[in-house]
């Protein structure tokens, strides 16, 4: 139920049951606390009729309108509540996606970091038997292009150990604190000195 039909029906509410049924109430109440009855000398059933006459029409409306605040704050107080729940509920499927996320980062940081190990030995086996007068090029790119890979492994553990240690602001800060960090560190990374183009063939 969207806000503004509830809010309005809940005032309506409010105020119709204030005035039928709070401002009688009151009325009751005032002739069974009189000791000699009601002021003007009625019984129950007619101070009860009397609210709804013109010379009580002021009163009525005051309770008509303490009830229709009472709805109105309540309908307040219910959708807020709502809010929250909606917006907790969403936070909670997007911590099960970050760290389905995490998970899967940790996986594929494995299976890439075995991966280049192996071409990266492989490479280095193959500079060292290459002839005297060969191109070292195609070894030295592959071990380039593993150092490379490794590194944005390395980014991408360093960044999900700072996250899941600083453990703070919402589910969507973290996504976005994590894409701009990645940026930086794989920046960061890859602008230092690659020790595989060091070694040569």
Partial sequence: MRRAPRLFGFTLAGGA???????PYAMVVLWLSSPSGSPGGADLWDSA????????H????????FGAAVGFFWALSMHR???LRHVELENERRQAALQTLQQLML???HHLLNATMA?????????QSLPDGASPDPPRIILEECARIERVVQALRALKEERT?????????ALADMETQLEQ?????STRKNPASEEGP
């Avoid at 049951?17 to 401002?23: P, R």
């Avoid at 009729?49 to 009580?56: I, K």
């Avoid at 071409?119 to 500079?127: L, M, N, S, T």
């Avoid at 560190?185 to 990374?189: A, G, Q, R």
């Fill in 17 to 23: 049951l204030g005035y039928l049924l709070l401002h």
């Fill in 49 to 56: 009729v009397a609210s709804f006459s013109t010379h009580m």
């Fill in 58 to 65: 002021s009163m009525g409306v005051a309770f008509g309108a």
């Fill in 81 to 83: 509540g709502q809010r």
């Fill in 107 to 109: 996986i594929l940081s």
């Fill in 119 to 127: 071409i990266g030995g492989q490479a280095r086996r193959i500079a």
């Fill in 165 to 173: 240690a600083q453990a703070a602001g919402t589910v969507d800060d």
């Fill in 185 to 189: 560190l794989i920046h960061e990374m």
